[in-house]
């Protein structure tokens, strides 16, 4: 099974809001590139395919943390929907915003060449988490857990305040689990 196949499956079973429908119709259209986007121009993921791969490893982690004694013991505890679409959609943000150009470097023997290379170019520059929440909601409602989960993801490696963060983390606890999902996914099965 491919990743797309995969993340369609995961979707179709598990999302079944008033809307999910048409944004998956969306995901797969001409007018996004979710499926092929990198998730980053040079850190985690900065591949074709690499954003798909990330919200596919972000779900398994985040599946596998809820599933560990110490998050039931926190009661963390949540409908596989909205678990599939706090970590499936969480960086939709990502989408159209990664362009490849070529830069020049040196090669081994001194000389230069040109080499391919992702450019971030967003025409909607509405932030990180909030621009994913915005897209969603055009499409189907979110929870206010939800959508706190989605805003937040980046914990405190965002560009936030440090007691804004603290504060949502404090208050709305699938945030700090997504972030847990999200930095283990980035940083531990993707690496650099």
């Given at each position: ?63 596998s943390y809820l599933e560990t004694d110490r998050a039931k013991e926190f009661g963390l505890e949540f409908s596989d929907e909205t678990i599939a679409i706090v970590s499936l959609l969480h960086d939709i943000c990502k989408v159209n915003v990664y362009k490849v150009s070529t830069r020049n470097v040196k090669n081994p023997d001194g000389v230069w060449i040109q080499v391919p290379y992702y450019e971030y ?72």
């Amino acid at each position: 099974m491919t990743n797309k196949e995969r993340f369609i499956e995961i979707y179709k079973a598990n999302i079944n809001r008033e809307g999910a429908d048409k944004l998956l119709e969306y995901l797969m259209s001409k007018n996004s590139d979710f499926f092929t986007a990198p998730a980053s121009t040079r850190y985690h993921n900065a591949f074709e395919g690499g954003l798909l791969e990330h919200s596919l490893n972000v779900y398994d982690c985040l599946k596998s943390y809820l599933e560990t004694d110490r998050a039931k013991e926190f009661g963390l505890e949540f409908s596989d929907e909205t678990i599939a679409i706090v970590s499936l959609l969480h960086d939709i943000c990502k989408v159209n915003v990664y362009k490849v150009s070529t830069r020049n470097v040196k090669n081994p023997d001194g000389v230069w060449i040109q080499v391919p290379y992702y450019e971030y170019d967003d025409n909607l520059p509405y932030g990180h988490g909030e621009k994913s929440v915005y897209i969603i909601s055009g499409f189907m409602k979110l929870t206010r857990e939800e959508a706190f989960a989605i805003r937040y993801h980046m914990g405190f490696s965002g560009e936030e305040g440090k007691g804004i963060v603290g504060n949502a983390l404090d208050k709305f606890h699938l945030a700090l689990a997504v972030n847990i999902a999200d930095m283990e996914a980035s940083f531990l099965v993707e690496g650099k």
